[in-house]
């Protein structure tokens, strides 16, 4: 056994011990009252967390390790009930597998602000309890006795244990999945104990946000409240939140595990052929599509890129990916000096080191942001009906704030300025490739986020790109515009996470659409948005440094 928690640094792991004598006062420490001064001969005993007796919940109840996951004291009533078709509780109301405390309180005795582990697991999982915070539900009392030892995976009775995440058997304080049960990236079931490899931190995620999503994740967010969490989806699934007009209530979540497979038919649905594979993904499973120099400079200072040349930034990209923690992970991962990966758990030679070297508990367990996110991600989007067409300075200033998460990669200069640093065409491809009018000349992410509507509302990141991890459930959009003109799908198939909200409508085709036109090496918009027609817009189509044309708009 080389777990952590076997052989850990000298006196970080204490064991209950037999009873010691302070002074003159015999001191009893069964059941497990404090963890300081206690004897540390049987340092990684299995009686740290294991009775081989069992313990009852009444009998615990005024027992430190054993009080609420709160520390009021007592054990809630939900802890103390049979857990209706869970084997690992009986009607004996005895601890499951001969634990000395719930699952929701023995880690966290440990990992809390007293120790006498370095980091403190607690304070980060009780964010989710403060408003406008986020982390896992592992406190939530109303799921308390679901996990089972040798449940099925994918999990699809809703439940979350620090168990589900980490095997405490096998963790290691360098790897905090080894020894985990998982699902790759086809759906099959691994393994570590019979010869598996050991898991990726994304292979644990699809436990729970993989094929069993809809069972695991609510159908609400941020305001909006469309049903339960069940196996049966709704037919209806937008992206986005924290919208205050009810135009774009997020119903559900998605299935990772196919958003990030590159072999995930698209389908007809975006108006592609059945031959269509995903387009673009974030490259949590294996390197992106895009592999363009524009693309190389804006993460070259996050991931340490060459991108002195097309040649060299392809090269680059082609051996690059991310973990989800490197999006969702604690908040204080997510500082300004903090750019690029934090993820270091049994990396690949794809991934990065971690750049984080703050003390603060690195892992999805909490933050102060939505959605367990690093930093500030904006999904907001409007509906005003018109778009009055004038530059909004307060709005360009506020993009590290509204999008830190995505600068947290992306170089926020060529967003932020028109032609940054004079040569806008080689940090974004979004460009028209000639000169063109009211700031349709370079950098038009810039020209799109500096928009000032009415009512001093301006356009997000959000709105076109609705669904940051893939365009495989870009519910309202399409790839294909059945025109004689088009191939609709560019030659290197990167459809650039390229997926509209549900703000956007369409004007010529079913769908908002998003189409490659081979005629003149253009990609065209074909859409409705705040009021003002897309469907004649058109920008270079210098895709990964091959031939592009002119745009306008």
Known sequence: MNSSHYAPPAGSFYWPGTGETSGSTPRLVWPRKDRSGLPTGNRGSCLNCHTPHGIKAADAASAYDTTSPDGTGGVPAAMQTVASGNPSVNADYLIPRQLIAWEETLCERCHDASGPSTKNIQSEINKRATANQSGHPVDDTTLAGRHVASESLPITTKHVECYDCHNPHAVKSTNKVEGMKYID??????????????????????????????????????????????CAPLA?????????????????????????????????????????????????????????????????SAFSLNCTSQAAATASLSNLTIMCTDCHNNNDTGGVATRGPVTGSNLRSTDKNSVYAGTSPVGPHGSTNYRILRANYNTEISSSSTCQGWKDAGAVSAMDTNFALCFLCHN???????????????????????????GWDNSLHYYHLSQQMSGNIYIKCHECHNNVHSNVEANNTQYYSGAACCTGWPADGNTHLVNFGPQATPDQYAKPAWFFQSSNNVFRCNIRCHGKTMSGCMYLGAYDGGPGGGGSC
Not at 413 to 423: C, E, I, S, T, V
Not at 427 to 433: A, E, L, S, V
Request: proline residues 7%.
């Open 412 to 438: 926020s200069g060529p967003f932020k300025n028109l032609n940054y640093n004079n040569q806008g065409n080689l940090w974004t491809n979004f460009n028209p490739g000639m000169p063109g009018t009211d």
């Open 185 to 230: 990236i086809n759906g099959t079931v691994q393994n570590p104990a019979t010869g598996a490899l050991q898991p990726y931190v994304y292979e644990v995620c699809f436990k729970c946000h993989g094929n069993s999503f809809d069972c695991i994740m609510p159908y609400k967010a941020l305001g909006a409240s469309d049903g339960t969490a069940g």
């Open 236 to 300: 209806t699934k937008n992206r986005g939140n924290l919208s205050s007009i009810g135009l774009n209530d997020q119903r559900g979540a998605s299935n990772k595990r196919v958003e990030f497979n590159p072999n995930t038919v698209i389908g007809t649905a975006h108006g592609a052929d059945a031959t269509k594979t995903n387009g673009a993904y974030h490259p949590v499973y294996q390197p992106g599509r895009n592999g363009s120099i524009q693309l190389c400079n804006q993460l070259q």
